[in-house]
């Protein structure tokens, strides 16, 4: 699996502002994602997914966007509070086989 | 409705034991996963199991085994425990080919922390 040691990405971003977490995905046979948030002590928390048929989803005040011709993912947040403050992993369901997850980001949010 | 529900929440555990690691699904929810994550880390896959049976296990020793209940309980046992094994150890119920929450809901976890 993958490894970002003891120092994961960190987003920091103003109250308010909108907030784009990305992902680089490994296995071009995966055909679900999803997007969790984790905030300290807690297991990971289902924000939103999308299937390898569309290019783009959205939720409330979040939207991922998928990108397979460069295997990327992103997640965009509108309107970032501060209760948004946690890590966000990406993961990826190849067909049959458990979900990998992609390296965190730490998203700030600076009121 | 009850989540995943995981216990115990914290323990600590010597070198060279045996620690037994428990996990009740959602109601309904026949598949159990567990992950190993390590502080700073992604969550790493250990096991999944569903209706009792194994249905996979990603790239741990022996030392680690797992086991589902008819009541689809399921309990994670790790044995010989290493320095290394300290991490929170995340167990998630799902649908067998369910999607989003009815995929993959997790608990929020187990810390083991090896002294």
């Known amino acids: 699996g993958e490894s970002v040691g003891l120092h994961l990405p960190t987003l920091s971003v103003q109250e308010g502002d909108n907030s784009i977490i990305n992902c680089a995905y490994s296995?071009?046979?995966?055909?679900?994602f999803i997007w969790y948030k984790q905030e300290s002590g807690k297991g990971p928390q289902f924000i939103i997914d999308?299937?390898?048929?569309?290019d783009k989803r959205q939720g409330q005040r979040v939207t991922v966007l998928l990108n397979k011709t460069v295997k990327h993912l992103s997640l965009q947040i509108a309107a970032t509070q501060p209760g948004d403050s946690a890590v966000y992993f990406c993961?990826?369901?190849?067909?049959?086989?458990?979900?990998?997850f992609g390296k965190g980001t730490r998203l700030s949010v600076i009121a | 409705d009850a989540g995943v529900t995981q216990s115990p929440t914290h323990l600590i555990k010597t070198r060279g034991q045996q620690v037994t690691l428990r996990c009740s699904p959602i109601?309904?929810?026949?598949?159990v996963s567990w992950y190993q994550q390590v502080l700073g880390q992604g969550p790493q896959f250990i096991f999944q199991?569903?209706?009792?049976?194994?249905?996979g296990r990603g790239n741990f020793p022996d030392r680690f085994s797992a086991r589902q209940f008819p009541n689809y309980s399921s309990e994670l046992n790790v044995n010989a425990l290493l320095l290394g094994d300290s991490a929170l150890y995340l167990c998630?119920?799902?649908?067998?080919?369910?999607?989003?929450?009815?995929?993959?809901?997790f608990g929020s976890g187990t810390r083991l922390t090896v002294v």
């Open positions: 998630a119920s799902g649908t067998l080919g369910g999607e989003g929450k009815q995929g993959y809901t």
């Open positions: 296995n071009s046979a995966s055909d679900y």
């Open positions: 999308i299937r390898s048929n569309m």
């Open positions: 993961a990826e369901n190849p067909r049959n086989t458990p979900l990998v």
């Open positions: 109601s309904g929810h026949k598949s």
């Open positions: 199991y569903y209706e009792k049976e194994e249905r």
